[in-house]
């Protein structure tokens, strides 16, 4: 079975190991708290599984992968997968499943962002927006130096 | 694309000049050999030939010229009508044509872009149009900070030109495009294409024109910022995972922790 059999509470469910999932995945690894990673290809699952991380191997899309990562007892999940109405998709049964848990998400399109919000999700952000403000602010702070 | 067009541009002039030429010196043949066979002198038909091929401001003198020298008929005085007006006809035609040429070769809008690029110093080049280009232009736009965008699709330059932005149309890898751009005069030139190796050349290429720089650059994995390390030091930035962090961080938040910075 590649899904860990854990009984997960409060912790946090990150879809999609990519580069967005993987920095995720770092942040909350730090703080040790609890989460449970939903990755669709395989590698990645092998990868999941190589760091002894929780995970499931399949669909973030699917509700009985959400609820097999025990999305009821979720505080947050982070729905970074690679493809955007895929995101749509898994905010929308995440919300479905769970009405209290906080979502994040990620997308490049202002429109989208709407609509993600729209889904349910609490919190969108847009890499590109932050690596622009990242990149100002080196500017700035090398003019003001 | 550029050069295509270019091309193009070269040849519709070549054809127009072409033309007229082939269709002037068809009527002026003509017109000569009409004009010997009336009056058997070669001079007085060369004569009436070039009045009547370049007369085009006095509509009449011609005509009249011709009544003083000689007596004609009906159908002489028509043939002679016929060719002066469509000399005209063809000359206006060809004043006309170089008219819309120039005006449509000039690119005036092109050329005041070009002119406000080399009165810059110490602006910002971003190097490629992408989402994180637009991101850059729209915070450099708010904060007044002179920025300069080249991006090779025709297309999105024309745009950005229609909302005044600075641009270069061309490859930011070749060195004559980032000259256009005012590489010489600039202290920062960002990468923002989603192409690593296309960041890469463009690196390459500026670190030979300016060692001054610095540079900024995308990137979309921590091997690709080495080696892009390798050819220059500069700040190289993952979009995703500045994402990744940042949604990391507002989890952490939100489950009371202190995130990190």
């Known amino acids: 079975m590649k899904t860990k059999e854990l009984e997960l509470k409060d912790h946090v469910i990150v879809c999609g190991y990519g580069i967005v999932g993987e920095k995720i995945v770092d942040s909350l690894k730090e703080y040790n708290i609890d989460f449970i990673v939903i990755e669709f290809d395989e590698n990645k699952a092998e990868k999941l599984k190589k760091y002894g991380y929780n995970y499931i191997n399949g669909d973030a899309t699917k509700s009985k992968n959400l609820k097999d990562a025990n999305i009821k007892n979720a505080k947050a999940i982070a729905v970074v997968m690679d493809d955007e109405a895929k995101n749509l998709f898994a905010i929308l049964t995440a919300r479905d499943l769970n009405k209290n848990i906080f979502i994040a998400t990620r997308t490049n399109d202002v429109i989208l962002r709407d609509k993600f919000v729209e889904a349910g999700a609490n919190y969108v952000i847009m890499p590109q927006k932050i690596a622009s403000k990242e990149i100002i602010e080196e500017i700035l702070q090398d003019n003001v130096s | ?261």
């Open chain 2, 1 to 261: 694309m550029v050069k295509i067009e270019q091309d193009h541009q070269i040849n519709i002039t070549f054809n127009l000049v072409f033309l007229f030429l082939t269709i002037t010196i068809i009527i002026g043949l003509v017109s000569f050999h009409e004009f010997f066979l009336i009056s058997h002198n070669k001079f007085t038909a060369g004569y009436i030939t070039l009045t009547t091929m370049f007369d085009a401001i006095e509509p009449s003198n011609v005509s009249i010229n011709i009544i003083n020298i000689m007596n004609f008929d009906f159908f002489e005085l028509f043939s002679v009508l016929i060719i002066d007006g469509l000399t005209k006809i063809v000359i206006i035609g060809f004043i006309m044509a170089s008219f819309i040429n120039l005006f449509t070769s000039i690119n005036i809008k092109s050329r005041l872009n070009m002119l406000n690029i080399k009165k810059l110093k110490n602006h910002i080049i971003i190097c490629g149009f992408s989402m994180l280009g637009e991101e850059l232009s729209n915070e450099f736009k708010l904060k007044k900070i002179p920025f300069v965008i080249i991006d090779k699709d025709p297309l999105k330059i024309e745009m950005l030109n229609d909302l005044n932005y600075l641009t270069v149309l061309g490859d930011f890898t070749e060195d004559g495009i980032l000259i256009k751009a005012g590489v010489m005069n600039t202290k920062y030139i960002v990468f923002a294409t989603k192409h690593d190796y296309y960041n890469l050349l463009g690196l390459i290429a500026v670190k030979n024109l300016n060692k001054n720089i610095k540079v900024i650059s995308r990137a979309t994995d921590h091997q690709t910022i080495k080696r892009l390390e390798d050819v220059l030091i500069g700040k190289y930035i993952i979009p995703e995972e500045a994402g990744g962090t940042e949604i990391g961080k507002k989890i952490l938040s939100m489950l009371d922790k202190p995130g990190r910075k």
